[in-house]
């Protein structure tokens, strides 16, 4: 590709379109989450009639925001944990052994990443449902339904995208483990696990915005008590007032932690996402 | 970038690896239980949330499973291909819901794939030449990836708001409307959802052209640009073709994603969906938990898996014969 001057100008009006329309939503996010309620209820400015920190302070009051946080961070976090300790031994078992029913194994695990969602929520509603009547084991309506099922959602692409990372790691380096004395496991631990540790961060962080932006299972699967952010946001519209200003604010906050893991494990997690789309 | 293609490379070329490879050899009696054990807790938990709860819907679109049956659902009579009957008789109103919900979802998809299609591939190619400020630029693209999907659009909600939104205030200003359209009712929702959904999923398919752009050898170029060949006509001759493995994954994975998308349509209208934004997915959801029929849902969500997968099948199979002659 040569830079001509058709290129340049080519290039230029490419870059400031898509620039606007990335920039202008979060601007008004951002910008909004700044402005006094009557400057949202009116027509649109660009600019707050004065700038004002409230609507940062005041989102905690109108709906238990901390609680949706907490709940979200519970639910996520301990998602990330068992979907990355399960996606690593699974990885580990593909990267490293030959056995039957392997192909099998990945192949049914991938296509599940393919199928709507809506496909599994009606069965799992109910099958939570029964296991609650049957065994007293409350799913519904409680964090651990959902971290059990978020902890599913980024596994296949987890244990694929690693199972990736362990075959770039060299067969001899764990076998030199293995004459060391290790065991299999051993030489996962001690060798394997830390030469894949970009891949490793890069799957924790995707198995976390994944539960952490979930809204389909969570807009059934929780009620008052375990409700997350991604539902709970909805609840700034009352009957009188939509606290636009707030939910900016809100939508700001919860966004933060991720973009910032996000775009700093990029260029691990860019090399996974699209080592998967190659192949 | 170039550590992102490096660390592609060894897994791009995993399935040929693979096979030359053998476990370790000693203690052959743990070896052989060690990757089913290794596999086990994945096994489960997808048997539990993904491979069991399939089996279960597809039986469930056989029962009457209405709500005096949710919490006894053996006791539910069985219906036959009842279900099935009432969701494809197009002259009943259940029927007629799903068949027009369909053909939205059809168009929102096709367009929604189009558009992040072509604005990733204006932008890969834009930001192929190395120059000052390029990977600024291509981390600042990433966002809307990044966001929680719900915060997106939840701005987005904001934004096409009648009276208080950007968007209207926008169009007003630039003298293309008089600012008082309706965005979120009406038949303007299916425009609002494919910009929101579009606003999404661009940036995945840049990404996923931008990586595969890399991996085209810079030669190939040189050697076009020495024949005299432009610009325009390296991309079609050169570009177009090396991409053409990325783009038959991308298509069918930014095809899958939008034809189930719920996100963007429950965050967009709340559950008062207005007919020209209704996506299946939406349509199956509100026509199972608002009237508790499960029953139907199921056989929705069933018909939608098999159409689903005879798209896909009928993909790869096109598209394969069409490489083999190539």
């Known amino acids: 590709m040569r830079e001509t001057q058709g290129f340049k100008i080519y290039r230029g009006v490419v870059l400031i379109v898509l620039g606007l329309f990335v920039f202008i939503p979060l601007y008004v996010m951002i910008t909004s989450s700044l402005k006094p309620l009557k400057d949202v209820q009116g027509a649109f400015s660009w600019w707050p009639s004065n700038l004002t920190l409230a609507p940062f302070v005041d989102m905690w009051k109108t709906v238990p925001l901390a609680r949706y946080f907490v709940n979200s961070t519970i639910v996520s976090v301990s998602a990330t944990v068992f979907s990355v300790a399960i996606a690593i031994l699974a990885a580990f078992a593909v990267s490293r052994f030959r056995f039957r029913g392997r192909t099998a194994f990945t192949t049914t695990v991938l296509s599940t990443q393919m199928f709507p969602g809506v496909l599994f929520l009606l069965p799992l509603f109910l099958i939570f449902v029964n296991i609650n009547n049957s065994f007293g084991l409350q799913l519904v309506g409680t964090r651990l339904g959902l971290i059990i099922t978020y902890l599913t959602f980024s596994l296949p692409f987890s244990i694929w995208m690693l199972a990736g990372y362990f075959d770039s790691i060299p067969r001899e380096l764990d076998e030199a483990a293995l004459v060391d004395g290790c065991g299999p496991m051993g030489a996962l631990w001690r060798v394997v696990l830390p030469a894949a540790r970009p891949g490793v961060i890069a799957v924790a962080i995707y198995s976390f915005m994944t539960a952490w932006g979930e809204v389909l299972f969570a807009s059934v699967m929780t009620t008052e008590a375990n409700r997350t952010l991604s539902v709970g946001l909805r609840q700034y519209s009352t009957q009188t007032n939509i606290y636009w200003n707030q939910i900016m604010a809100a939508a700001l906050v919860v966004s933060v932690p991720v973009v910032i893991g996000f775009l700093l494990a990029q260029r691990h997690f860019v090399a996974g996402v699209t080592a998967g789309a190659v192949k | ?326």
């Open chain 2, 1 to 326: 970038m170039s550590v992102a293609t490096q660390e592609a490379t060894p897994a791009a070329a995993k399935p040929a690896k693979k096979k030359t490879r053998r476990g370790p050899e000693h203690r052959p009696g743990l070896n052989r239980w060690l990757p089913y054990l290794l596999l086990a807790p994945a096994v489960l938990a997808e048997l539990l949330i993904h491979i069991i709860p399939m089996v279960v819907g597809i039986w469930m679109s056989f029962i009457k499973l209405t709500k005096f049956f949710i919490a006894n659902w053996s006791a539910a009579p069985s219906a036959g291909l009842n279900n099935y009957k009432v969701a494809l008789d197009f002259n009943n109103a259940v029927g007629e819901g799903l068949l027009k919900s369909f053909g939205v979802t059809v168009v929102f998809s096709l367009v929604t794939v189009a558009l992040s299609w072509v604005l990733g591939m204006a932008a890969a190619v834009a930001l192929q030449p190395p120059f000052r400020g390029r990977g600024i630029i291509r981390t600042f693209f990433l966002v809307p990836y990044a966001l929680p999907a719900y915060a997106g659009i939840l701005t987005w909600n904001f934004m096409l708001q009648r009276d208080t939104g950007a968007v209207n205030h926008v169009l007003n200003q630039l003298h293309l409307s008089d600012g008082r359209t309706f965005w979120l009712i009406g038949s303007n929702a299916l425009v609002s959802l494919i910009t929101v959904a579009t606003w999404k999923l661009w940036t995945f398919a840049f990404l996923t052209l931008m990586a595969g752009l890399q991996s085209i050898p810079g030669d190939l170029y040189e050697a076009a640009s020495v024949d005299g060949a432009g610009n325009i006509r390296q991309w079609r001759n050169i570009t177009l073709p090396s991409l053409r493995p990325v783009n038959l994954v991308l298509v069918l994975v930014l095809f899958l994603w939008t034809f189930s998308d719920f996100n963007t349509p429950y965050v967009l209208f709340g559950t008062a969906q207005p007919p020209a934004g209704d996506l299946i997915t939406f349509h199956i959801y509100n026509a199972s938990f608002l009237t508790w029929n499960f029953g139907t849902g199921a056989a929705m969500s069933v018909l939608l898996l098999i159409f689903l997968m005879i798209v896909t099948g009928a993909y790869l199979l096109v598209t394969g014969r069409r490489s083999r002659r190539a």
